[in-house]
């Protein structure tokens, strides 16, 4: 369970590091930011939803039964999309309206 | 490390649920100077971080708050405070309605009343729960946040709480945060135990991983009376993920099945504590593993399903997709979690008055550091918020010394001697601790150490929950004996700090739960406190144990219940 980040995408704002409840990501020397605590993550997905530029991904450890799909989630107003990237290159989007996302 | 001094009226330590809501309270109050203070931002700090997707605690139609208390006191089998939980329960609504104000989504049925989900729950859209507590808190021009300053330290002086101390998680400053009364609101406490999944995702756990005890264990240090950290939580979740189950078992009726496709949870009662005993029983009688059963909940149930967790707990989702099955082709395993201490789901924490003041004068505490009242969820930790933020104002009126009469920003300045001592500490941290230790141990493995040690000794997993007399003292023995190692650890930097804190904390917290489940020599609730030496209730323990530390140990005691319509004479 845990954030992977993509150096070449991210923008250094810092959204992430003032994010994430845990501080476990903070920007690197480089300007870009880096996730310092892997196994501390909660997976509470604070960053994906705070990075501008989707440079968050976030994936289950193999422990929890992750093998190898990765979480992204890109926002508009109320509008969620979840995109679910498979390691054969699949993908497969979730929207969720956060004004109707919840029939229970 | 610079030192930064800070004055307000009133200090909120914790921008949580209970602590956003004090200070949005405190907003009603111009004239009253307010500083919030996390060791996280606060848009997603503390439990709610990734939202939530009912409101669980509601006085549903045609039910009285008197009808929530009861039900609260019953799943507690009594040892809860009748005079704590129906204060609370008259604000439930109240509360419901006020977070709908601040922008909260609630469904609604065609009448436009709110759309219950059982009798004591609504739903909600509750992605954004924390970001809009948040913005309810800063709104208020007289509060201000301090966000990224980890609290370690009550100050007291004269016997009374008159601030905090604490030192910025990610640069070299140090705070002491004068106050004229102090709202304790720091949730309560994960990663005592081994958690379910020890490795790369030990921190995939069902409460807050950064809540770890810190309002216990600033009690505890200053002398505040507790009760019932004994009544320890332990949630049924689904495995691996951990994510909620009730969703699924109230969204689509799903029962819990052992592995023959048995129902099995009409065998053990369904009270929390039952629930998460009757899986753990199945699994040890051969019978396991234990799910819910979703085959054939339809394609469009799934999607919902798929969504609704989206929306709070996104993992159960990725986990869905990444088998490639879903919960219509697949029944969802479900495990009980390692104990966790919990005010909001239990009745563990500070020993409080209606008004919520603990035993230490201008200390008020809210949401999961406060004991006595069970079932807060969401909604009860905003009313216990509202009751310490106005117990606080009335403590500072009848103490008009008290007032700081600052703006509650900082200005760089000299310490309080008792601050000086804090700080002291940090630095020695700081500067490589005690060569002897440091060079062989750091945070991560003391923590370990004591998660193993509480797991194998103090009813962890696998022992299935349950403990020993003499398994406890071994507890005690061995989380004691790490608590000078961990004053010896070595600090990097800020963040290694924190972590040096974190599992101070902890420490102290894992010493007062052993003593407590030690106090009570029976066993009331299943799984919760399951005392192998004395597996019956035992109409004796009828009472609260309740614990103070002095001089390092933990002294427990009893207290007679506050029982229905009764009201607590005094707190000491």
């Not at chain 2, 409101?55 to 045609?62: L, M």
């Not at chain 2, 419901?96 to 909260?104: C, I, K, V």
Request: proline letters at 4%; one cysteine or more.
């Amino acid at each position: 369970m845990s954030v992977s980040i993509d150096a070449r995408a991210c923008v250094g704002c810092g959204a992430c590091a003032r994010a994430c409840p845990g501080n476990l990501i903070a920007l690197g020397p480089d300007g870009h930011a880096r996730m310092r605590r892997p196994r501390d993550c909660w997976g509470c997905t604070a960053c994906l939803k705070a990075c501008p530029a989707g440079a968050i991904a976030y994936f289950l450890g193999a422990d929890a039964g992750g093998r190898g799909t990765t979480l992204r989630v890109s926002r508009s107003g109320a509008l969620s999309v979840w995109e679910f990237r498979r390691p054969d290159g699949s993908v497969e989007r979730v929207e969720v309206d956060a004004r109707d996302a919840n029939a229970y | 490390m610079r030192s930064v001094r800070v004055d307000a009226d009133v200090l909120v330590i914790g921008g949580g649920t209970a602590g956003c809501f004090a200070a949005r309270t405190l907003g009603a109050y111009p004239q009253v100077s307010v500083l919030v203070v996390d060791k996280a931002g606060i848009e997603r700090s503390g439990c709610l971080a990734a939202g939530v997707n009912a409101i669980n605690a509601y006085v549903t139609r045609g039910r009285t708050p008197e009808y929530y208390a009861d039900y609260a006191m019953d799943d507690a089998a009594g040892i809860a405070r009748w005079d704590l939980l129906i204060s609370m329960s008259r604000r439930l609504n109240d509360c419901a309605r006020a977070l709908e104000d601040e922008g909260l989504v609630f469904l609604r049925e065609p009448d436009g009343s709110y759309a219950e989900r059982g009798t004591r729950n609504v739903k909600i859209n509750g992605e954004n729960i924390k970001p809009i507590l948040a913005r309810a808190a800063r709104r208020q021009p007289n509060v201000r946040v301090l966000e990224r300053v980890d609290v370690t330290d009550l100050l007291v002086e004269g016997g009374a709480v008159v601030g905090a101390v604490g030192f910025s998680v990610n640069s070299d400053v140090a705070y002491e945060l004068r106050a004229g009364a102090v709202i304790m609101a720091t949730g309560g406490a994960a990663g005592l135990y081994r958690p379910n999944n020890p490795g790369f995702s030990r921190h995939k756990m069902w409460y807050c991983p950064f809540d770890t005890g810190a309002g216990y264990a600033m009690g505890l240090l200053a002398g505040a009376e507790m009760t019932t950290l004994e009544m320890r939580f332990i949630a049924l979740r689904c495995k691996d993920t951990i994510a909620p189950t009730g969703t699924i078992a109230q969204g689509v009726h799903a029962p819990q099945v052992n592995a023959a496709g048995e129902v099995y949870e009409g065998r053990y009662g369904l009270r929390t504590s039952e629930r998460v005993w009757g899986t753990v029983q199945e699994d040890l009688a051969g019978r396991g593993p234990c799910y819910l059963r979703t085959r054939g909940i339809g394609e469009r149930a799934q999607r919902d399903l798929y969504r609704a967790y989206l929306n709070m707990s996104p993992a159960q989702t990725l986990r869905w997709m990444e088998a490639g099955a879903g919960p219509d082709e697949r029944d969802v395993e479900v495990e009980g979690t390692e104990p966790y201490v919990v005010g909001g789901h239990t009745a563990s924490g500070y020993w409080v008055d209606e008004g919520r003041a603990t035993t230490l004068p201008g200390l008020f505490a809210a949401g999961d550091v406060a004991g006595g009242a069970p079932q807060k969820y969401v909604t009860g930790a905003l009313a216990e918020g509202q009751i310490a933020a106005q117990s606080a104002l009335a403590y500072l009126e009848a103490h008009p010394g008290l007032a700081r009469g600052g703006d509650a920003r900082g200005a760089s300045g000299g310490l309080s001697p008792a601050a000086e001592r804090i700080v002291a500490g940090y630095e020695a941290h700081l500067a490589g601790g005690d060569p002897a230790v440091a060079r062989l141990f750091d945070a991560d493995q003391l923590e370990e150490a004591m998660q193993t040690a509480m797991d194998r000794y103090a009813g962890g997993i696998s022992c299935g929950y349950r403990y020993t007399e003499a398994g406890l003292a071994q507890a005690d023995r061995q989380v004691a004996g790490l608590q000078p190692l961990a004053d010896g650890l070595a600090a990097a930097d800020a963040d290694d700090l924190l972590r040096v804190y974190e599992l101070r904390e902890r420490l102290v917290v894992c010493r007062a739960l052993v003593a407590h489940l030690a106090a009570r020599r029976e066993t009331r609730w299943h799984a919760f406190a399951e005392n192998a030496d004395h597996p019956q209730t035992d109409p004796a323990f009828a009472c609260y144990v309740n614990s103070r530390m002095r001089d390092g140990r933990v002294e427990t005691f009893t207290r007679p219940l506050v029982g229905r319509g009764e009201r607590l004479e005094r707190l000491d």
